[in-house]
């Protein structure tokens, strides 16, 4: 079983920034795809936020927080970050790491492992 411990998460204002953090498994974590999803309390499904492929090279956001948020990873520390800039009230949700064996992606479903979650409230 692989697993996945987030951190990071907390309350801020709006227009804010916090960053997110995922540890995954050091011996096979570069050959994981990597992505980050959100879940708010009135949503039934998580939701896409952003991902990136083994090596950094490939990476793709959710269209309401490309311009704020800044998916990276760091094989060397097995970990994988999420910047989030100029939040805005509608980012809350508890936000979820995910792992998959494969090069990531915007499909809940294709991923292989999660992590437990962290909460993200922005107040306004």
């Known amino acids: 079983q692989v697993q996945l411990v987030e951190s990071g998460g907390g309350l801020v204002q709006a227009g804010g920034s916090l960053t997110l953090s995922c540890v995954g498994p050091r011996r096979t974590f570069s050959t994981y795809g990597m992505g980050w999803f959100r879940q708010a309390p009135a949503q039934k499904e998580r939701e896409f936020v952003a991902s990136i492929n083994w090596t950094g090279e490939e990476i793709n956001y959710e269209d309401a927080v490309k311009d704020r948020f800044i998916i990276s990873r760091d094989n060397a520390k097995n970990t994988v970050y999420l910047q989030m800039n100029k939040l805005k009230p509608e980012d809350t949700a508890t936000y979820y790491c995910?792992?998959?064996?494969?090069?990531?992606?915007?499909?809940?479903?294709?991923?292989?492992?999660w992590g437990q979650g962290t909460q993200v409230t922005v107040s306004s």
């Open positions: 995910a792992a998959q064996r494969g090069p990531g992606g915007e499909v809940a479903g294709f991923y292989d492992y």
